[in-house]
Nanobody, 116 residues
Framework: VQLQASGGGLVQAGGSLRLSCAAS????????MGWYRQAQGKQRELVAI???????NYATSVKGRFTISRDNAKNTVDLQMNSLKPEDTANYYC???????????WGQGTLVTVSS
């Protein structure tokens, strides 16, 4: 499974960005996709995940501001980020869990910088 993320960049506080991640390869075992982030000097943390049924889960810090969505036909997962704050600054990583390989796969990371 290969994951290609895009959409990061620099935005002012209060602005919006949309991240996108495309999965390729042996994708048939994927039952969950999501986004994690890692700020400088901090551990990687969950941002949002979506499972095949459509159920979602969000970090408390992003609830009401971020929305995760998945297009099963295109094998993509997007993260719409609104009302961005400087503390959202981090490298954002796309993630997929495969039941065929029973492991996580990670994209290369895309940097989001929110200026105050």
């Amino acid at each position: 499974v290969q994951l290609q993320a895009s959409g990061g960049g620099l935005v002012q506080a209060g602005g919006s960005l949309r991240l996108s991640c495309a999965a390729s390869g042996n994708i048939f075992g994927i039952n969950r996709m999501g986004w994690y982030r890692q700020a400088q000097g901090k551990q990687r943390e969950l941002v949002a995940i979506i499972i095949n049924s459509g159920s979602t889960n969000y970090a408390t810090s992003v609830k009401g501001r971020f929305t995760i969505s998945r297009d099963n036909a295109k094998n993509t997962v997007d993260l719409q980020m609104n009302s961005l704050k400087p503390e959202d600054t981090a490298n954002y990583y796309c993630n997929a869990f495969s039941t065929e390989y029973f492991r996580d796969f990670w994209g290369q990371g895309t940097l989001v910088t929110v200026s105050s």
